[in-house]
């Protein structure tokens, strides 16, 4: 074992960093602890790739210390007790670059000054800066090269770092996995509670769960996701809580149908909606303060409301407000009137023009209507016009909706928030490609 210190060929400076390293590499392989010390290279290597943002070194660096460990013959690596047992290689700039994958001298030459500085190889240069081994009687006397012996010295730190990097890598993988189920929990109630009709403020806590999700990216730190994990679960808990005491109070429906049928008629005005076959016959109003749904199924049989006894309380219907609508299916907008909508007048006025435009015939409308009420249907045309290309046939996709309404199988809610939440999905994804 060498005892001074190795300073660098030509113009290369001697600095503080390589006068530690050396120091704390004779100190360790002096101690009786060290003497014995021997390491597996390639999986000190992979511990080495787990730690390397914390040892201040890149990935291309690492890949030229690849090459140096490739050039040792063995695979154990044991702390040297003399010159001729250092664990110096000396590669060739020519056979060095080729084990670097092609590496341009100029790169290389910096990446080894990188290695030098953080202190995981000694530079040990020759009188004249060359590379080479010298032997007496078969004996190596001198070796000059590049001396990795710190990587045995720096073993137990290097494993200690990694171990940090892969428990924090572990607990951040735990993060994200918390937010996504509470992303999947917290869309999934909402849309129950907006399906079911619970007395709440769904629609802030859409607006909520939206501007919390929106900060999601994969750049996060672990401290800015754990933040974004306990507002989730703030939130989802207010939700849960809202969800509980509606299951409590008893006042679910009791009909033994997963999904309840569902009818919206209102009343029709033909000046906003191409009605078709309809066209040309008067315009039928209901009383002031009447239920145009309600009259209508009472003018088809007076003894039946949606197939409970006369004088049976109806159920309220599901009302979506306008701007939940306009949020997941905001491309209506370019075929409104002035280019904005201000109110549902104005909402089924562009699905009117969009309408024939998606090919739907005047029958297939028509048979909406009667079915799904105005105001659902136009958000039917609207969330098809939002699917663009996905949907080849828009008046055989209306027809089976109708048909599936009519069943009591269909509801709005599940369509808009499916794309609200596609929406969100790109919204976050356009962040995390921008970062």
């Not at 060929?9 to 014995?36: H, K, N, W």
């Not at 494993?159 to 918390?178: C, K, M, Y």
């Not at 009791?254 to 009343?267: F, G, S, T, V």
Request: glycine share 8%; with cysteine; proline share 5%.
């Amino acid at each position: 074992m060498q005892t001074h210190l190795t300073t660098p060929f030509g113009r290369r400076p001697l600095s503080l960093a390589m006068v530690a390293t050396q120091i704390a590499t004779g100190e360790f392989a002096s101690e009786p602890s060290g003497t014995d010390a021997v390491v597996h290279k390639w999986r000190l290597f992979r511990s080495l790739t787990e730690a390397k943002k914390l040892l201040g070194v890149t990935d291309r660096a690492l890949s030229v210390l690849h090459a140096l460990l490739s050039c040792h013959p063995e695979t154990a690596l044991a702390a040297p007790r003399n010159v001729g047992a250092a664990l110096v290689v000396f590669p060739s700039n020519k056979e060095l670059s080729l084990r670097a994958h092609g590496m341009a001298p100029s790169t290389l030459r910096r990446l080894l000054a990188c290695l030098v500085d953080a202190g995981l190889i000694i530079r040990r240069d020759s009188p004249n800066g060359k590379r080479f081994v010298r032997r007496r009687q078969g004996q190596i006397e001198a070796v000059f090269g590049f001396d990795l012996s710190p990587l045995v010295a720096r073993a137990t730190e290097i494993e200690r770092l990694a171990e940090e990097v892969r428990a924090e890598d572990s607990a951040t993988a735990l993060l994200r996995e918390r937010i996504s189920l509470m992303r999947r929990d917290i869309v999934k109630m909402i849309a129950t509670g907006l399906e079911e009709a619970i007395p709440a403020d769904w629609e802030g806590w859409r607006r909520q769960y939206l501007s919390v999700a929106g900060r999601y990216a994969r750049s996060l730190s672990r401290a800015d996701l754990d933040a974004l994990a306990n507002e989730l679960a703030v939130l989802a808990e207010e939700i849960v809580t809202q969800l509980e005491t509606r299951a409590k109070e008893g006042n679910m429906s009791a009909n033994d149908a997963p999904n309840e049928r569902h009818l919206q008629n209102q009343i029709t005005d033909l000046n906003d909606i191409d009605l078709g076959r309809r066209e040309g016959r008067p315009e039928r109003t209901e009383p002031s303060g009447s239920d145009p749904g309600a009259a209508r199924a009472e003018r088809s049989d007076p003894s039946l409301i949606h197939g409970r006894a006369a004088g049976e309380q109806r159920a309220a219907p599901r009302v979506y407000s306008l701007p939940m609508t306009l949020a997941a299916c905001p491309d209506i907008v370019d075929y409104a009137k002035g280019g904005a909508i201000g109110d549902w007048a104005d909402f089924r006025a562009a699905a009117a023009i969009v309408r024939p435009a998606l090919g739907v015939s005047p029958d297939a409308w028509a048979h909406a209507l009667d079915v799904l009420g105005e105001r659902d249907a136009a958000i039917v045309v609207a969330a098809i016009l939002q699917r663009g290309d996905e949907i080849k046939s828009a008046g055989g996709y209306l027809r089976v909706i109708t048909a599936k309404a009519e069943q009591g199988d269909f509801s709005i809610g599940p369509v808009l928030m499916t794309l609200l939440r596609r929406r969100a999905s790109k919204s976050t994804a356009c962040r995390e490609a921008g970062g």
